[in-house]
């Protein structure tokens, strides 16, 4: 892994095969930088309900009613974006390993 000048951080949107405009995920890939480990985040859209809605959905779960719905909902990844998503997860994996190999051998030198 080497010591970069700059963060390299960038943005990967993958939208449902649906094409609803509700079910987009957005990956943050924020890569290694200096003493910093990679992240990768994910931002899921949420229902945006008013606080009674919310409210009277948690007491009904807290009481054991369940919904014949659920409270999931879900996401099926388009076949041209799997090569993408390869792709990042690949990368964080990688810089992950560099990252870790590189704070083993820092700690070893230490001890020398």
């Not at 080497?2 to 951080?9: M, P």
């Amino acid at each position: 892994m080497q010591d970069r000048e700059e963060k390299e951080d960038y943005t990967e949107y993958f939208d449902c095969q649906c094409n609803c405009t509700e079910h987009v995920l957005r990956f943050i890939y924020m890569g290694a930088f200096k003493d910093e480990e990679p992240e990768l985040y994910l931002d899921i859209f949420l229902d945006n309900r008013t606080f009674l809605r919310r409210l009277w959905v948690g007491v009904k779960y807290i009481f054991g009613r369940k919904s014949s719905y659920g409270h999931f909902d879900n996401w099926t990844m388009k076949v041209e974006d799997a090569k993408k998503f390869r792709n990042m997860v690949d990368r964080f994996e990688k810089e992950t390993k560099e990252f870790n190999e590189k704070e083993e051998r820092e700690r070893n030198e230490k001890r020398l």
